[in-house]
């Protein structure tokens, strides 16, 4: 076996149980599915709903995929897309850093640039992609990936991403609002 079929069985075993454990969690965790629709209405998406359900099932899906390394591209698709919009909707304005307060977007970065390097790369030897002469990587894969995720990503947040607008507080009469240079 090839040293890079060994590392796209690695990858797609920790992104595969890592989105699935995602997914499992948002439907069985700590809230279950009306929980991560509180979430998601608290990070701004509309219908809050329907995006606990396709963030579900996409992470339980793309996991199932990825370690059966079955449309290896597609399934990495499915993570760039849920990790983008997290990326933009949760994590983005926390910084860097997961270990700061908010959670900073380290973390799903990582998985965002697996997710594109995997589907490059394809399922390995193996997998069903290759088993059933699917064995898809190069440009191609990462088209997929990039395209499907990054557009899927893109409207998603475009049609349903509604935050909050930072109510502005006028300033009390007599003072200046504008900036001063400085002396």
Known sequence: ??????????????????????????????????????WFASIGMRPAWVHAYVATITEI??????LAG??????????????????VTAHLKNGFFIFR???GYEYVLM??????????????????????GY???????YAVCAGAGGVGAALTLLTSWRPERPVAVPAPAGQDTEPTAAA
């Open 1 to 38: 076996m090839h040293p890079v079929d060994i590392a796209a069985l690695l990858l797609r075993a920790v992104l595969g149980v890592t989105m699935l454990a995602h997914g499992w969690n948002h439907a069985f965790g700590g809230g279950k599915i009306p929980g991560t629709t509180r």
């Open 61 to 66: 899906g793309s996991g199932v995929l990825l």
């Open 70 to 87: 079955l449309l290896t591209p597609l399934a990495a698709a499915g993570v760039l897309g849920t990790m983008l919009v997290a990326l």
């Open 101 to 103: 307060p908010g959670q």
């Open 111 to 132: 998985i965002c640039v697996v997710a594109v390097a995997l589907a490059g790369m394809g399922g390995g030897w193996l997998s069903l992609d290759h088993a059933l």
């Open 135 to 141: 064995p898809v990587s190069g440009w191609v894969a």
